[in-house]
């Protein structure tokens, strides 16, 4: 339906009754791709657990268990990170007064917030570094220590900047549309906040 | 019967009107409001779990109300449309006495209602609300906006209507 995706012009004001229809369809979306979300690292974490408890290969050294360790714990953050903005997400009271739910959702929507943001830098922190030492030990090149880092780093950096425009891209898409309608009939209750004694009543 | 049972019971006893005049003044017709109506109660008994008694009662029946209306309408119709009863005296304080004599009576009624559903839908809720003879402190509680907020819009939403059924020429 193309009015749910619609941007209104400078002047006209977007229907506030289909910009609530527009949040709530768009919150089931994120609520079953959060779930989605969830069961997928889940899954990554039991598999990589037991991977790393019946793995048979006798060249596994203590450093290659630990770096199982590691991907379990990214995986378990986060499913509990997807686990955590669901939960949230199903707990959202559309019968809160009228402002406060259209302002929660204008925050809800936008691309980072604090909370995301932390978790994003420490994912993407976190696993850099145990791809790269797990990673600097398997490249059998004769290149130095520095050579095959900066190597890993390109690669890994190359691969998470495509998936976060993916996301912006994806965001843009069915978010955004969603943030300037909710900013502009907040800005259009917000309007009439003048003193009261400019008023002759 | 548990307590949360007998609490929404005590509630919808309580409120049954006022969740009937919501519905009146949203829904197309008796079978919409009657759906309205429903989804309503669902929603109360759904959010009795959230409701802390930051507001009294029928202030959070009302919000409730409203916001159901605001989204269930939508899927009858692409905007919300506004029903406004014209018997109950109310609805005529809202265009001062002076146009009195401009309009006939019944065709002011179409020319009110006509230009109340060309306001914003915020606008329209207050409305409803300022017929339902909500203070502004409730109307403030329900719509989320300062009290002094609401006061001014209600000023402004008069104002425009009486401008509006003075200076505007309708061929009904």
Known sequence: ?201 | MSTREQQYKLVIEENHNRIRSVCRHYAGSSGDADDLYQEILINIWKGMESFRGDAQVSTWVYRVAVNTALTYVNKKHKYLNFNLYWDDGKSRDLVSEDVEDKIQDERKHEIVKDLMNQLSVVDKIIISLVLEELTSKEIAEIVGITESNVRVKIHRIKEELREKVKGGHYDY
């Open chain 1, 1 to 201: 339906m193309t009015i749910k995706k619609r941007i209104y012009p400078e002047g006209e004001s977007p229907n506030l009754d289909l910009v609530v229809d527009q949040l709530k369809s768009q919150d089931s979306k994120n609520k079953r791709l959060m779930y989605r979300m969830f069961i997928l690292y889940i899954i990554f974490a039991v598999f990589y657990l037991g991977l790393l408890i019946f793995n048979p290969d006798p060249e596994l050294t203590f450093e290659n268990r630990i770096q199982g360790v590691c991907y379990v714990l990214i995986f378990t953050v986060a499913a509990f990170f997807f686990r955590h903005h669901y939960r949230k997400t199903s707990k959202v009271d559309y019968t809160a007064p009228i402002l406060s739910m259209l302002e929660e959702a204008r925050e809800r929507h936008k691309l980072m917030r604090p909370g995301k943001a932390w978790f994003v830098v420490f994912i993407v922190g976190f696993t850099d570094i145990v791809v790269t030492w797990a990673l600097v030990t398997d490249i059998t090149a004769e290149w130095s220590l520095l050579t095959k880092i900066l190597v890993i780093q390109a690669g890994y950096f190359t691969i998470m900047s495509l998936s976060f425009l993916i996301g912006y891209l994806i965001w843009r898409k069915k978010s955004r549309p969603l943030v300037r309608n909710l900013t502009r009939i907040i800005d259009e209750m917000r309007a009439d906040e003048t003193p009261m004694n400019e008023i002759s009543s």
